[in-house]
Nanobody
């Protein structure tokens, strides 16, 4: 069974930087996308950034120019470099891996347990 382990969250002052990492282990199958999502208290999980199967990178408007997503060649690890952090970036961040199912559809989602990022002013 696949497992995702996140690291790198924690407290930081506004204007500072953090790097989140996510490592996939176990039988995750053929990866077709990776990404990071975040969840604010009382809100639904929202996309921060993702890399699609064709290599296209997507960023939420609120993080463009500040956050950078990357993936290693083996596609089992991904990072989210977060710079110029703002207090409104405080949330629980979740990593996501997408894999092809048995019908070769990019539809199988794996999630990390989440890591808290707290940005103070």
């Amino acid at each position: 069974q696949a497992q995702l382990v996140e690291s790198g969250g924690g407290p930081v002052q506004a204007g500072g930087s953090l790097k989140l990492s996510c490592a996939a282990s176990g039988n995750i199958g053929r990866v077709c996308g990776v990404g990071w999502y975040r969840q604010f208290p009382g809100k639904t999980r929202e996309l921060v950034s993702r890399i699609k199967a064709d290599g296209t990178t997507i960023y939420a408007d609120s993080v463009k120019g500040r956050f950078t997503i990357s993936q290693d060649n083996a596609k089992n690890n991904q990072d989210l470099q977060m710079n110029s952090l703002k207090t409104e970036d405080s949330a629980v961040y979740y990593c996501n891996f997408k894999a092809y199912d048995k019908w070769a559809v990019c539809a199988h989602d794996y999630w990390g347990r989440g890591t808290q990022v707290t940005v103070s002013s």
